[in-house]
Each structure stands twice: as C-alpha cells, then as structure tokens.
T-cell receptor
Framework: DQQVKQNSPSLSVQEGRISILNCDYT??????FLWYKKYPAEGPTFLIS?????DKNEDGRFTVFLNKSAKHLSLHIVPSQPGDSAVYFC???????????????FGQGTILTVHP | NAGVTQTPKFQVLKTGQSMTLQCAQD?????MSWYRQDPGMGLRLIHY???????DQGEVPNGYNVSRSTTEDFPLRLLSAAPSQTSVYFC???????????FGDGTRLSIL
C-alpha cells in the first residue's frame, strides 16, 4: 500500500512559469514532510521541508504548502529554470514512540522538465 | 567535504553470489539508512541504524543484512544475490532531530 503518492509521473513547464508538483499521503501519523530533487546518476538532494504545525514554508524560489485535512502537499517553483529539470520526490516521516527516527516514506517521483 | 560515500558505483553479480555495499559518512551522524530505488516505486527503506551497535529493519529487509560497528560505516550485505535485488541502492545519514537526510550517489547493482 503506497502511503505517499505522486500521481503525476511527469510535468513539462516553460522557463519562467510556475511549476507545481503534488503529493498525497494516507498515513495520518506523518508529521514531517520533505521534498528531494534528484539528477541522473546522483543521490537525492534535500530541497525543502515542512512540519505538520505549519501550512507553508518558503525558501527562495521554492515554497511547500501543506493541507493536513486533505493529506496533500505541493511544491511550487517560481520562476522555473531549465536547471530545475530533475526528478522530484516527496517524502514523509512519523514520530515513533516519541522519538523521531526519521524513517522516510517516499513517493514515486515526478520528472520535471523546464523548457527554455 | 566528502559527506556520504558509497562504493562501488556499479556492480554486476551472478545469482547466488554474495556482496557488501559500502557506505561511509564523515559528518558524525548518528542515523544511517539504506534505500533501494526501483522504477515507479520511489525509494524504499531496507535497514536503518540509530547509532553504533543498533540496527533495525525497514520496509523491504528480506535478503539483506546490516551491521553498525562504528558511527562512520554502515555496510549492506547481500548474502545470496537474486535477480529481484537488481536496483539502485542509496545510503543516507542525518544528524539528530528533524534534520534532512544526506544521500550518497548510489550503487547501481545488476544481478544476472
């Protein structure tokens, strides 16, 4: 059972426009969410995160929105640049026994292509 | 500034062979983990460790062993490789609290 889902395998956007990547989760115990970016032949690199006590977190061109009631989060990239072309993974973690071991559950990934 | 280092980068094995994938981090992180990435399935947790001498199973542990004798190293062992273990393997580490995990560049493993 996929607890974290990214239903769009790919997204194509024009340079300068907004990219919106979506992620849904089913486990109500998840309380920390992250987005990772991955280039070919490299490991995932951390992009931005959000705790369940917030509904928005912003870092430069990247903003993550969390809708707990809908169990949905999204990553907005504005403006999109060709260098943003990569696979984007959302991930979630839940506290276990009061200690966060940080075990991450990943979505399937979305391939973002930003055209010049 | 090495971060998380994985070796080898590529490996081809025959069914039934054994192998150890190496992972080392130089950030003094307590938490280390192994993931496998398969097409259409994202990354799935195999085993993790919250400190030297402490390991536990993740989502897909069968066919893999781990140990954590030092803070720096977290090797992953395949005792008898099977074609279903063909995948890209990523090691990650993180510090305490909700710090993000840092990933190595992966080991691409093919089992014939």
């Amino acid at each position: 059972d996929q607890q974290v889902k990214q239903n769009s395998p790919s997204l194509s956007v024009q340079e300068g426009r907004i990219s919106i990547l979506n992620c849904d989760y089913t486990n109500s115990m998840f309380d920390y969410f992250l987005w990772y970016k991955k280039y070919p032949a490299e490991g995932p690199t951390f992009l931005i995160s959000i705790s369940s006590i917030k509904d928005k977190n912003e870092d430069g061109r990247f903003t993550v929105f969390l809708n707990k009631s809908a169990k949905h989060l999204s990553l907005h990239i504005v403006p999109s640049q060709p260098g943003d072309s990569a696979v984007y993974f959302c991930a979630a973690s839940a506290r276990a026994g009061g200690t966060s071991y940080g075990k991450l559950t990943f979505g399937q990934g979305t391939i973002l292509t930003v055209h010049p | 500034n090495a971060g998380v280092t994985q070796t080898p980068k590529f490996q081809v094995l025959k069914t039934g062979q054994s192998m150890t994938l190496q992972c080392a981090q130089d950030m003094n992180h307590e938490y280390m983990s192994w993931y496998r990435q398969d097409p259409g399935m994202g990354l799935r947790l195999i085993h993790y460790s919250v400190g030297a001498g402490i390991t536990d199973q993740g989502e897909v542990p069968n066919g893999y062993n781990v140990s954590r004798s030092t803070t720096e190293d977290f090797p992953l062992r395949l005792l008898s490789a099977a074609p279903s273990q063909t995948s890209v393997y990523f090691c990650a580490s993180r510090g305490s609290g909700n710090q993000p995990q840092h990933f190595g560049d992966g080991t691409r493993l093919s089992i014939l």
